[in-house]
């Protein structure tokens, strides 16, 4: 827990439970152990000013001073927050396993799409069937075209999750980023032997842009398969694909000489 520290000069901006806007201005405040607390963080405020600003009427607003005040904050956002880290802040395997958790929910939806896409032919068939040999009326094509559209409909309908690719773009960012160390060594050591003779000026502007490239690349790669549902991993893994490619010929170039 945390002893009691005194803290000098607050300022708390929040709401009220009536959506009003309130500014709280303490002397000094006091945090109380959180092993006693529960979730909640106490504060003791000391020499208080309080305003609120009412929503509902505006240029209307209430004010009060007071020598001491108890003011609690809920630790239930920063606990969520804490709990559920981003694909970043995870380990590859938490990823994995997120990953696997939504690609079950998204093939359940595509399931569930098929399923109904199947209702909907079965449906259309049995229209079809009472428009041509037994009740031909206007209801019963009714029947068909609605019928017809929401088969149709759900034929042509597509399903993506953008969550899910960004966890795959975190995924296998995690491998290509590090392995982008090696691929940078078999790049120097062919273009080192190119600027031998040229000095080192050369040497570290050629490094300066194939940096600046291949994190040009990284980051372009990491929007595109976000946004357009491209394969994550080739993505991720095309700017240290780019990068050896340019090794392997800079050395081809090298050696035969």
């Known amino acids: 827990g945390i002893d009691e520290d005194n803290i000098s000069d607050i300022v708390i901006i929040d709401k009220t439970p009536e959506k009003d806007r309130r500014v709280?201005?303490?002397?000094?405040?006091?945090?109380?152990?959180?092993?006693?607390?529960?979730?909640?963080?106490?504060?003791?405020?000391?020499?208080?000013?309080?305003?609120?600003?009412?929503?509902?009427?505006?240029?209307?607003?209430?004010?009060?001073?007071?020598?001491?005040?108890?003011?609690?904050?809920?630790?239930?956002?920063?606990?969520?927050?804490?709990?559920?880290?981003?694909?970043?802040?995870?380990?590859?395997?938490?990823?994995?396993?997120?990953?696997?958790?939504?690609?079950?929910?998204?093939?359940?939806k595509i399931n569930d799409n098929l399923m109904k896409s199947d209702k909907s032919g079965l449906s259309m068939q049995k229209s079809y069937y009472y428009q041509s040999n037994l009740n031909k009326n206007n209801r019963n094509m009714v029947k068909l075209s609605d019928s017809y559209k929401e088969y149709t409909n759900r034929q042509n309908k597509t399903f993506s999750s953008r969550s899910l690719q960004s966890y795959l773009v975190e995924y296998y960012?995690?491998?290509?980023?590090?392995?982008?160390?090696?691929?940078?060594?078999?790049?120097?050591?062919?273009?080192?032997?190119?600027?031998?003779?040229?000095?080192?000026?050369?040497?570290?502007?050629?490094?300066?842009?194939?940096?600046?490239?291949y994190w040009g690349m990284l980051f372009a790669g990491q929007t595109f398969g976000i946004q357009s549902n491209s394969p994550a991993?080739?993505?991720?893994?095309?700017?240290?694909?780019?990068?050896?490619?340019?090794?392997i010929i800079s050395a081809i170039i090298k050696f035969r000489r």
């Open 233 to 247: 991993g080739l993505a991720m893994w095309m700017p240290d694909i780019v990068i050896a490619v340019a090794a």
């Open 173 to 213: 960012k995690k491998f290509s980023l590090p392995f982008s160390c090696f691929v940078f060594v078999l790049f120097a050591f062919p273009v080192g032997l190119f600027t031998k003779r040229s000095g080192r000026s050369v040497g570290f502007g050629i490094g300066l842009l194939v940096a600046v490239t």
């Open 24 to 108: 709280i201005l303490a002397d000094t405040a006091t945090l109380n152990n959180l092993e006693e607390q529960n979730g909640v963080i106490s504060l003791e405020l000391k020499d208080i000013f309080l305003q609120t600003f009412k929503s509902k009427k505006k240029n209307d607003f209430d004010y009060l001073s007071s020598e001491k005040m108890t003011y609690n904050i809920l630790l239930k956002n920063i606990s969520v927050s804490m709990n559920n880290p981003g694909p970043r802040e995870m380990s590859s395997r938490d990823v994995k396993s997120a990953i696997t958790e939504k690609r079950n929910v998204l093939n359940k």
